[in-house]
């Protein structure tokens, strides 16, 4: 008697699992910071009384305005994710957190190393700083329960709160040097006024802020198509 | 005007790593799972 196996199964990729990591886009991004900082140290001029470390300042703030980004996007897409439960919003959410602490710890490094030769102290505990140091921590925390918590929807679904609760900090903490006495000078670009920065810098400021949105696009996207690669691997 | 170049070099330098190391890891991720 002759017996006829079955083919083995072919393992089918998640739609998207194939497709490379890095891609041109994060290359375009690169580039374009690598082009933000030729910018940064050849043509902007130093600011007379603070010297070289104003220039702190082109990576500092858009580094915060890209934490602000990504976990908006995090925010959203957990929005999304208790709406429609499409696993697309929680992957991208789960990759726009991750790209927030990375931006989020780039401002509480280069934070203090400005500070010190400005106010003297590498950290005082002001509003500003205490409230970026406490969104650092709930975006840490963001990670870890996912990491934590085997269930996927379960997962999903603690994590799509903790989320949103994070970015409710954002405007606390934009708003906190109008709230409280603070060290932390005050927004001069962002605030109701005309930005109180010379035309070379500000041009400096908004190419920067424009390339380091990018780049957290970007990174955004490829730490999205690793989770899809994951989920691949896991599945396999 | 004071000379803070120190400082404005080490919190660049430190960017860089932060950001490099973190497309590393991105990187290296990758390849475990492909593994």
Known sequence: MTTVQAPAPTPVAAPGATRPIFDWLLVLAVLGVIGAGIRIVLFTPFEAKQGAAQKIYYIHVPAALSTYFALTVAACMSIVYRWLHDERADRLAESAGEVALLFATVVLTTGPIWGKPIWGAWWTWDARLTLTLFLWF????????????????????????????????????????????????????????????PAEMLTTFLLSVGAFAFFAAALMRARYRLALLREQAEAA | ?????????????????????????LWWRARRWRK
Do not use: C, N, W
């Open chain 1, 138 to 197: 709930v975006t840490a925390a963001y990670l870890v329960l996912r990491g934590a918590v085997d269930d996927h929807a379960m997962r999903a679904r603690y994590s799509a709160v903790l989320a949103i609760l994070a970015t409710l900090l954002i405007p606390f903490i934009h708003l906190s040097v109008y709230l409280f006495r603070t060290l932390h000078p005050m927004p001069i670009v962002l605030k109701p006024e005309r930005p109180s920065l």
């Open chain 2, 1 to 25: 005007m004071p000379d803070t170049s120190a400082y404005y070099h080490a919190a660049y330098v430190l960017a860089g790593v932060l950001y490099g190391g973190y497309v590393l890891s």
